[in-house]
């Protein structure tokens, strides 16, 4: 009974967290920036341009911090320096969401090995490097939450997009990887799968009215998701609310992978 009265809502607040979030000033990353500041955390943004001022009048709005860094995750020694800066301007890292990501279609015959070489370093190489960084300040601290952002392709094979099919099943598979290391160190790692959401990268498919059709019909929620969809399961996953999930890949979809 004790236990029980001690669950309240403030299990979801991260008032006193600094999380940290890569592409965080567009589309879903900006959605979780945001959410992430109305549930009370400080926020340090690592982007790859400079387009930081919708970002920060959000953010803003809410009465947090937030500090802007570019950084290329696809250069090693930027990922070290994006974890030291964050440290020395915050102190510490709580909570690191792994969002910058790209995508590349072409028919698989025609495929680049350029192409699948660059879709693979902001992917999973990246995210690998940045976790891991990360993850040394979160040992020391006793505490932290890693938010990997997989993809429906992360349970299935798509077509025209051999390289994020694959770095999507290995986000899978390093979010379960860094779990299993990770719990007994008080680190919760897990990712989010979000369905057929609309940003920029499905632009060209919503665009395509046969495809946008042949998508709709298979998403029970009929309907594609707004970054808004998103925002709740990113606090959770970010709040003592999670405590205990770990190694979990938690899909947002409208209830695409039950169809």
Known sequence: MDQLEQFSMNFFSLEGKVAVVTGGNTGLGQAYVVALAKAGADLFVVTYDTAWDETRELVE?????VH???ADLTDRAQVTATVEECVKVYGKIDILVNNAGTIRRAPLLEYKDSDWDAVMAINIDSVYHLSQEAAKIMVNQ???K????ASMLSFQGGKFVPPYTASKHAVAGITKAFANELACKNIQINAIAPGYIKTANTAPIRADEKRNAEILSRIPAERWADPFDLMGAVVFL?????DYVNGHILAVDGGW???
Do not use: E, M, Y
């Open 68 to 70: 802007f860094f570019q």
């Open 238 to 242: 970010a709040s003592k609310a999670s």
């Open 142 to 144: 006793g505490s932290g």
């Open 146 to 149: 890693i938010i990997n952002i």
């Open 257 to 259: 992978l039950v169809r």
């Open 61 to 65: 709005k809410q009465g947090r911090k």
